[in-house]
């Protein structure tokens, strides 16, 4: 069974700094996708970034990069020169293989609140 | 930029109602998706859909609930006899096959239950 695991219910940063959500996974699978998604007070889910299990770089999606290592099932986001607009929940996410080859649900790990300071 | 639109923002239903949530996804996707969200929990699975049926779905999504793409363009989530307990944000998400795309996630709607 897959689990996203999401130790920091709530991080502050100040503005301008970067900032780093961690996120840790577990899967059997060998092939998998790891996602973020940020949900602002609005309610929205927006995309942020993928990595592929089989990608040897760290995916970079403009302020966005994601700290992929693999052997330690870790796939930690980093946003560099934090705004206020990305006072928002932060979700990790996973989807990987079903035994009948497609690719399906996605699952979520509970989120980190980020509030950037002024 | 392709959004999946989902109807309505919000909805208001007295317990023991059924609701149906509607849901574009986007056009070419393939796969089409809806999870919940209770307030301030994560987001859950409850059901894909594929070619015309469910592909998989969640111990949520048991006989109370339904899906259906009744044209070649909506999707929706039927509830019957509603509970209390089914209040909650339900997103709709469409994706390409690839596993590499992402889903695509509509802005929800707020399902109220009095």
């Known amino acids: 069974a897959q689990k996203i695991t999401q130790t920091q219910p709530g991080m502050f940063v100040q503005e301008k700094e970067a900032v780093t959500l961690d996120c840790t996974y577990d899967t059997s699978d060998q092939s998998y996708g790891l996602f973020w998604y940020k949900q602002p007070s609005s309610g929205e889910m927006i995309f942020l970034i993928y990595?592929?299990?089989?990608?040897?770089q760290n995916a970079t999606e403009g302020r966005y990069s994601l700290n992929f290592q693999k052997a330690r099932k870790s796939a930690n986001l980093v946003i560099s020169a934090s705004q206020l607009g990305d006072s928002a929940m932060y979700f990790c996410?996973?989807?990987?293989?079903?035994?009948?080859?497609?690719?399906?649900?996605?699952?979520f790990g509970i989120g980190t609140k980020l509030q950037v300071i002024p | 930029e392709p959004e999946v639109t989902q109807t309505p923002s919000h909805q208001v239903t007295q317990m023991g109602q059924e609701v149906i949530l509607r849901c574009v996804p986007i056009?070419?996707?393939?796969?089409f998706y809806w999870y919940r969200q209770i307030l301030g929990q994560k987001v859950e699975f409850l059901v894909s859909?594929?070619?015309?049926?469910?592909?998989?779905k969640s111990e949520i999504f048991d006989d109370q609930f339904s899906v259906e793409r009744p044209d070649g363009s909506n999707f929706t989530l039927k509830i019957r006899s509603t509970k209390l307990e089914d209040s909650a944000m339900y997103f709709c998400a469409s994706s390409d096959e690839q596993p590499r795309q992402p889903q695509h996630f509509g802005d929800g709607t707020r399902l109220s239950i009095l």
């Open positions: 056009s070419n996707h393939l796969y």
């Open positions: 859909f594929y070619n015309n049926e469910i592909s998989e």
């Open positions: 996410a996973m989807r990987d293989r079903l035994p009948t080859g497609g690719y399906q649900k996605v699952t």
């Open positions: 990595q592929g299990s089989y990608d040897e």
